[in-house]
């Protein structure tokens, strides 16, 4: 049946709330996130954003909101998760996916996102660094995806080729293996990663 104008017009009207408050979502993650003091976080997130996309192009506003604000506590200075207080990596790496979760379930409350989007894309975040299900590997995949396509060359400039090598090996080993082609595929100005990243997929490998 062809919808009257009236119910369409109250179609519309249903739909724009939501609209609204995905896109209250995302400019308030990219406004944060462009104030980080971790001078690579801006283009992660969109290029996270991006690998999601590319590696599954039904992704959902959930998906794609995680995508953009999974690593939003590291933009916030007073509530930034510090590895010096870890002496596990993974255990600071948990603790910086729960307070990502934490800080963009405020966001989303603020914005008026809906409870289920708020829950799902919280559980996301929560799980982005060790996966689990299908939305949670794949946002996994797409952050170390993009630690590689676009984060590396700058953590290289702040630390030293041991500890580049040690974060690479950390990167590739909870990557899917039928994804280390687009690592392969990668290109560097700095010859030195070039060969580093390839000498740890041979080793990885």
Same mark, same amino acid.
């Given at each position: ?35 980080? %003091?971790?001078?690579? #976080? ?8 991006? !690998? ?11 998906? &794609? ?12 200075? #007073? ?5 010096? #207080?870890?002496?596990?990596?993974? &255990?600071?790496?948990?603790? =910086? ?28 975040? /929560?799980? =982005? ?13 797409? %952050?170390? @995806? ?19 090598? /040690?974060?690479?090996? !950390?990167? @590739?080993? /909870?990557?899917?293996? #039928?994804?280390? =082609? ?24």
């Amino acid at each position: 049946n062809i919808l009257s104008f009236y119910e369409m017009y109250k179609l519309k009207l249903s739909f724009v709330p939501k609209m609204n408050s995905i896109h209250c979502v995302k400019k308030k993650i990219e406004s944060i996130i462009a104030s980080s %003091d971790v001078p690579e #976080d801006p283009i992660h997130s969109s290029n996270t954003c991006e !690998w999601v996309v590319k590696l599954d192009p039904k992704a959902d506003e959930s998906l &794609q909101i995680a995508a953009l604000g999974h690593d939003i506590e590291r933009a916030v200075k #007073d509530r930034k998760v510090l590895q010096k #207080d870890y002496k596990d990596y993974d &255990q600071f790496k948990e603790a =910086h996916a729960i307070n990502s979760a934490v800080i963009l379930k405020e966001i989303m409350s603020a914005c008026k996102l809906n409870e289920k989007m708020v829950k799902n894309i919280s559980e996301m975040v /929560r799980a =982005h660094e060790t996966g689990g299900n299908k939305k949670t590997s794949l946002l996994q995949n797409a %952050d170390t @995806l993009s630690f590689f396509a676009v984060s590396l060359p700058f953590y290289y400039t702040r630390n030293d080729r041991e500890e580049t090598k /040690r974060r690479c090996f !950390w990167g @590739l080993k /909870r990557l899917s293996l #039928d994804l280390y =082609h687009f690592v392969i595929e990668c290109q560097y100005k700095n010859k030195d990663i070039e060969a580093l990243v390839k000498s740890c997929i041979v080793q990885c490998n």
